[in-house]
């Protein structure tokens, strides 16, 4: 043997942080008895605006986490924040379902005053001054559709002032 020491694989750094926000266990009533599932929905993000979110079903929690967190990654996109990812450009309502999500900008050192899944969401977009609400619903998978939604339609100045053939310092 020339190397008695163990050679170990250095690991890569993660490209994007991972946040289980639900596992739900289901059942099929089949002849013999029930069979159980687990379904898993999984947050990805970078904390620099980058965010995803993915869904996978299997028969043992790990192998459907692992399956969501795949979907999660390659459903990654950009999140328009402003204040150096700070915080949100505007206030915004989404809605998905019967779930309504608010999202509002707040001052520097508010803290992100949010529940569960949408905090989950907003920490992994880098978001840390922010205000929301959830309204209706608050089902896990229809709280993050509703959350990536409201991301999703935020625009800032530049983007408006582009749509509209105006130069930004006209706006401002």
Same mark, same amino acid.
């Given at each position: 043997?020339?190397?008695?020491?163990?050679?170990?694989?250095?690991?890569? %750094?993660?490209?994007?942080?991972?946040?289980?926000?639900? @596992?739900?266990? =289901?059942?099929?009533? !089949?002849?013999? /008895?029930?069979?159980?599932?687990? *379904?898993?929905?999984?947050?990805?993000?970078?904390?620099?605006?980058?965010? /995803?979110?993915?869904?996978?079903?299997?028969?043992?929690?790990?192998?459907?986490?692992?399956? *969501? #967190?795949? &979907?999660?990654?390659?459903? !990654?996109?950009?999140?328009?924040?402003?204040?150096?990812?700070? #915080?949100? %450009?505007? *206030?915004?309502?989404?809605?998905?379902?019967?779930?309504? !999500?608010?999202? $509002?900008? &707040? $001052?520097?050192? #508010?803290?992100? @005053? &949010?529940?569960?899944?949408?905090?989950?969401?907003?920490?992994?977009?880098? =978001?840390?001054?922010?205000?929301?609400? =959830? @309204?209706?619903?608050? #089902?896990? +998978?229809?709280? !993050?559709?509703?959350?990536?939604?409201?991301?999703?339609?935020?625009?800032?100045?530049?983007?408006?002032?582009?749509?509209?053939?105006?130069? +930004?310092?006209? @706006?401002?």
């Amino acid at each position: 043997m020339q190397n008695d020491k163990k050679s170990f694989k250095k690991r890569e %750094p993660k490209e994007f942080e991972e946040v289980v926000v639900s @596992i739900n266990r =289901v059942s099929k009533t !089949v002849k013999g /008895g029930r069979r159980m599932r687990f *379904a898993a929905l999984v947050v990805v993000g970078d904390k620099k605006g980058r965010i /995803g979110f993915g869904m996978g079903k299997a028969a043992e929690v790990p192998d459907a986490i692992k399956k *969501a #967190t795949e &979907a999660a990654t390659k459903n !990654v996109f950009r999140v328009n924040l402003v204040d150096n990812y700070r #915080t949100v %450009p505007h *206030a915004i309502k989404s809605k998905h379902s019967s779930t309504t !999500v608010f999202l $509002a900008p &707040a $001052a520097p050192g #508010t803290g992100v @005053i &949010a529940g569960g899944e949408v905090r989950s969401v907003l920490e992994l977009a880098g =978001v840390s001054d922010v205000l929301s609400k =959830v @309204i209706g619903s608050r #089902t896990p +998978v229809n709280v !993050v559709y509703a959350t990536l939604e409201a991301l999703k339609g935020m625009r800032t100045v530049d983007e408006i002032a582009k749509t509209r053939d105006k130069k +930004v310092a006209e @706006i401002r």
